[in-house]
């Protein structure tokens, strides 16, 4: 079946990086597009970024724009995103996310099917 399994997450401070990892299975990761979202306390499940099945095109929410990047490594089924200048109130827990490749990047989140676990992220002051 298929797995997401998040890692990387942590407590960290104002200011700091942190690189999340996704470890995709039991898919032809290669024929996905993959996202990150991230859910804080008492908050929607937000979008945060996407990367195409070959990583030739990426979009960031407007929040994160200029301090995360989103990677992957096909060789590896593995998806990253690279946090810095981390503001608390990035604080949530980050999930991976998979959909079948599609003609343009998607941004909702009932428009992926395979979820992991999600990976905490706390960004104290």
């Known amino acids: 079946q298929v797995q997401l399994v998040e890692s990387g997450g942590g407590l960290v401070q104002a200011g700091d990086s942190l690189r999340l990892s996704c470890a995709a299975s039991?898919?032809?990761?290669?024929?996905?597009?993959m996202a990150w979202f991230r859910q804080a306390p008492g908050k929607e499940r937000e979008f945060v970024a996407a990367i195409t099945w070959s990583g030739g095109s990426t979009f960031y929410a407007d929040s994160v724009k200029g301090r995360f990047t989103i990677s992957r490594d096909n060789a590896k089924n593995t998806v990253y995103l690279q946090m810095n200048s981390l503001k608390p109130e990035y604080t949530a827990v980050y999930y991976c996310?998979?959909?079948?490749?599609?003609?343009?990047?998607?941004?909702?989140?009932?428009?992926?099917?395979?979820w992991g676990q999600g990976t905490q992220v706390t960004v104290s002051s």
């Open positions: 996310a998979a959909t079948i490749r599609r003609t343009r990047l998607r941004v909702g989140r009932t428009d992926y099917e395979y």
């Open positions: 039991g898919l032809f990761f290669s024929s996905y597009d």
